[in-house]
Every structure is written in structure tokens, then in C-alpha cells.
């Protein structure tokens, strides 16, 4: 039997590999993880963290204005941009050391380093040459930016956490999660904010009615949206930018964000030399047991490009241990993941859309609400909550739930428990409200079409 300096090697300390890395040696095994950047990866360090403590500062500017029509007067309330930072930066720092608390304490040995790949059980590290049964791969992802002119003018949402200074004016390219996260963020935060993005609306996925609802309230707010809407060119014009867009017109701006897609971080540490399939996009191509075509490698999580969550990665790597060394199979069930778009007002689904729906189901049926929630009725705020649940006529189950309002990600994962248990209409029905709140209408939605 071969004598391995490890049982398995981790490469990457984000949410996945973290996880698998800190049960698989509770569970006995002889672990290692490398990092070459920081621990927690991209959710604590440039992701879910720190943007959601940006997206809780933006919100103080809806409470600030939403006071007076409660009886409070706020003289002279002011936002420092650079407190916020140094402010999220400590928190960052302390997560990250948490994150190393926890593989020290797992005794999972810790190598801070770019990773090479020898062979199918051989890595170099930091000036050390380990060896490991398995190697698991768990390297993220990157913002993806395409080759245009003036690339080098762009800054991504990695840049976006570490700004020195808001910009007046930001042209944000793209109409996915980060793009819509970070104009609410941006725009509440008093920059003048431009979505330009190539399609005729934002969040592809989504359901319609979420997507022609966001687009209006983003609009309320002040942010612009350019559909159809194609950069062909940044050109540095003194502090600020020309973008040169495909039909023609000029933008003046002072930052150029792009939020197109993230590439997964697959190249540079000796896959292809190996010969580790990828698909186009640079993706590891795993089975369902995350095994790459090289039987001792593994991977999981954004690397993989399936569904680029951490929670999702987090379970992955829980099945893949679990599977491993505890000789439990429990599969990652990917159906009816529920997810959020922070932005404001916030977004959360679970299941189908209605199109989707209609694609797989003979009859459904849809219920769908849009209220004034009480808060904006002294607030003086003018957006509205939508709900819509998405039914299969035969059977009366909850196939699909959406929700675009205040804590809508709260209320979702909760609606997204009794969905997977396969909870009807009627049992929605039958549930009693807690009132007054927003989330007791969804045991009271009305039909309103088939
Ligand atoms: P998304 O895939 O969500 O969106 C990318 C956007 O960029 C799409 O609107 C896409 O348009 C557009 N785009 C892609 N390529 C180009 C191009 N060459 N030129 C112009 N536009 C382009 O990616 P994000 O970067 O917003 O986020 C990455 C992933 O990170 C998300 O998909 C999600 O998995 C995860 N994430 C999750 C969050 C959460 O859970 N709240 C928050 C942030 C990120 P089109 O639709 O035409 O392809």
C-alpha cells in the first residue's frame, strides 16, 4: 500500500474546501489545505460578507428617510465611505481568523501558497512537496471581463471593497446578481449609478414578473438601466471615462464596474498538463461524486461552474466527506435551491418560474399579490412588495415561490423548507398568518390565472 504524507489535500480554503477539509479530519483523515490568498475565499473576503454589509449601509439611507414619517428628525446624518471599509475590513479579518481557528483545531495541516499540480497524487507547495491520496480541488472563481478596449480602465466587484473613495458617477456593465447588488448599493449610497447591459432585462433566470418589477423599482430610485446596451469602448478622458457604447453614444462616467459572469480558477496550477478535463468555460468537469476523470482528484463548488452558491459548495463538500470517510451517502439534492439578490428592494426564489413551470407542467396555476407593506404607508416610501407562487393544478404542490420586498431572503428560506416537503395551496391556506406582516400573504394568496 502506497504511504501517502496525506489522506487528502485541499486546494483552496474557501466555503467548500474549508468545510470538506475540517470534517474530513474530524472524521480521521491526515488533511492539508493550501491558500494563496486569503481564508474564506471569495464569500468572506470579496463576496457574501462584505457585500452584505455594504448592502446594510445602503439601507440606512431608506430608514434615514423613512424616520420623519415615524416623528424622529435626523440633523446632519453623513456617510464616510472609508470608516465602512476599514469597518468591514476588520470583521473580514476576523472571520478569516476564525477560519483558520477551526482547521487548526481540525489539525488540518495549513500551507499558505500557489499550489502546482505534479501528479495525480503529488503537489508543491510553498517550498514543499507533498503527497496525498486524494487531492480536492476547491479554487473559485474569478470576475470574468471581456477583451475590449480599455480593459484596463474596468475595476470588478474584487475592487469595488477596497475603493479609496465612491465614485459621482459609476457605469455598472452586466444584469446579474452582482450588477443589480452592487447599483442599489452604489446608487443609495448617493452615486449617480448606470446599468448598461446587453439584454432587455436584468437577472436572466429569474421569473418575468420579478425581472419587470425589479427593473421598475430600480428605476424609482434614480438608477438608470440602458437595455440592449453593448460597451464597445472605455477611453480615459482626465479623471473620468469615455464609454463608447455599440450604437454610437458616448458616456462620461468615473468608474467602469463590469459584472459579466465569473470565470472559474482552473488554470495556472498544472490541471491541463495532467490532463483534467475542462469544459469551455475552464470548469472542471466532475461526476456526481465530484470526481474529475483522474479518479484521485475531486472538486467542488464555483471551480465546477454548476451552481456558483456557497451554501451549495458547503454541501458539496459535507456529501463528498461524508461519502469519502464516514461511508454515508447523502447526495446533494439541487432541486429547489432557493437564492437572493441583495438588492433594493431585496429578491428571493425558490423553484420554478412560471415559464419554466409551464415548460415541464400540463396545468398550473399562479397566485400573485403586490401591496403597499404597512411600513411605507407613514414611511412615505413608493415601492411596493410582490408575491407569486406558482402551483401544479393536478397535484395543488407549491412548485415555485418569488418574492422582490424587505427581508424577502428571510422569508424565502423558511416558505423554501415547506416547499421541499412538498407542501400544497391548501396547506399554505390553512396555515395562519402572523400579522401583520408581509410574509403572512403567502397563506393568503388569491389565484389570479392558469
Ligand atoms: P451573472 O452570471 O449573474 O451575470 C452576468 C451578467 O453579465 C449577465 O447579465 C450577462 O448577460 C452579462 N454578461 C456576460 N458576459 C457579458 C459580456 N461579454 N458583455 C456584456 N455582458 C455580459 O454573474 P455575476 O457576475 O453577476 O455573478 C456571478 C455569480 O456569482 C452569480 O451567477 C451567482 O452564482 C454568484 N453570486 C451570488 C450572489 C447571491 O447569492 N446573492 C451575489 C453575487 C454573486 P446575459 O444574461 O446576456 O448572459
Redesign the pocket.
Known amino acids: 500500500m502506497t504511504d501517502y504524507d496525506y489522506d487528502l489535500f485541499v486546494v483552496g480554503a474557501g466555503s467548500g474546501g474549508v468545510r470538506a477539509a475540517n470534517l474530513a479530519a474530524n472524521q480521521g483523515a491526515r488533511v492539508a489545505v493550501a491558500e494563496v490568498r486569503h481564508f474564506g475565499g471569495t464569500c468572506v473576503n470579496l463576496?457574501?460578507v462584505p457585500?452584505k454589509l455594504l448592502v446594510y449601509a445602503a439601507q440606512f439611507k431608506d430608514d434615514f428617510a423613512a424616520a420623519a414619517g415615524f416623528g424622529w428628525t435626523l440633523d446632519n446624518a453623513s456617510f464616510d465611505w472609508p470608516s465602512l471599509i476599514a469597518n468591514k475590513n476588520r470583521e473580514v479579518e476576523r472571520l478569516q481568523a476564525v477560519y483558520q481557528h477551526h482547521l487548526q483545531q481540525s489539525r488540518v495541516t495549513i500551507f499558505n501558497g500557489k499550489v502546482q499540480l505534479l501528479d495525480a497524487h503529488t503537489v508543491a507547495v510553498a517550498g514543499a512537496q507533498c503527497t496525498a491520496k486524494r487531492i480536492l480541488l476547491a479554487t473559485g472563481?474569478w470576475?470574468?471581463v471581456?477583451d475590449i478596449a480599455g480593459k484596463e480602465y474596468i475595476v470588478t466587484?474584487n475592487d469595488m471593497f477596497s475603493l479609496d473613495k465612491l465614485p459621482e458617477r459609476i457605469v455598472i456593465?452586466?444584469?446579474?446578481?452582482?450588477?443589480?447588488?452592487f447599483a442599489s448599493i452604489l446608487n443609495s449610497l448617493g452615486v449617480d449609478t448606470t446599468i448598461c447591459?446587453?439584454?432587455p432585462k436584468?437577472?436572466?433566470g429569474f421569473d418575468e414578473d420579478i425581472r419587470d418589477f425589479l427593473a421598475t423599482a430600480l428605476r424609482k430610485q434614480g438608477i438608470k438601466i440602458l437595455f440592449d446596451c453593448?460597451?464597445q469602448s472605455i477611453a480615459a478622458a482626465g479623471d473620468a471615462y469615455n464609454v463608447r457604447l455599440l450604437n454610437g453614444n458616448t458616456m462620461v462616467t468615473d468608474l467602469v464596474m463590469?459584472?459579466?459572469?465569473?470565470t472559474p480558477n482552473s488554470r495556472g496550477f498544472g490541471l491541463e498538463q495532467l490532463g483534467v478535463a475542462l469544459d469551455d468555460n475552464g470548469a472542471i468537469i466532475v461526476d456526481s461524486h465530484y470526481q474529475t476523470n483522474l479518479p484521485s482528484i475531486y472538486a467542488l463548488g464555483?471551480v465546477t461552474d454548476r451552481?456558483?452558491?456557497?451554501p451549495v459548495a458547503i454541501a458539496e463538500g459535507e456529501a463528498l466527506v461524508n461519502s469519502l470517510y464516514a461511508m454515508q451517502q447523502r447526495p446533494v439534492d439541487y432541486a429547489n435551491i432557493p437564492?437572493?439578490?441583495?438588492c433594493q428592494p431585496n429578491i428571493a426564489s425558490v423553484g420554478l418560474t412560471e415559464a419554466k413551470a409551464r415548460q415541464q407542467y400540463t396545468d398550473i396555476d399562479i397566485y400573485k399579490t403586490e401591496f403597499k407593506p404597512l411600513k411605507n404607508t407613514l414611511s412615505g416610501k413608493d415601492e411596493n412588495t410582490l408575491m407569486k407562487m406558482v402551483v401544479d393544478h393536478a397535484t395543488g404542490k407549491v412548485i415555485g415561490l418569488h418574492m422582490v420586498g424587505a427581508d424577502a431572503p428571510e422569508i424565502i428560506q423558511g416558505m423554501a423548507v415547506a416547499m421541499r416537503a412538498g407542501a400544497t395551496k391548501a396547506l399554505f391556506d390553512s396555515t395562519i398568518g402572523i400579522h401583520p406582516t408581509a410574509a403572512e400573504e403567502f397563506v393568503t394568496l388569491q389565484q389570479v390565472g392558469t
Do not use: M, Q
Open positions: 463576496g457574501c457585500k472563481g470576475p470574468f471581456p466587484s456593465v452586466g444584469g446579474g446578481y452582482i450588477a443589480v447588488e447591459h446587453r439584454e436584468l437577472l436572466a453593448d460597451v463590469y459584472a459579466t459572469g465569473r464555483d451552481v456558483n452558491l456557497t437564492t437572493a439578490v441583495f
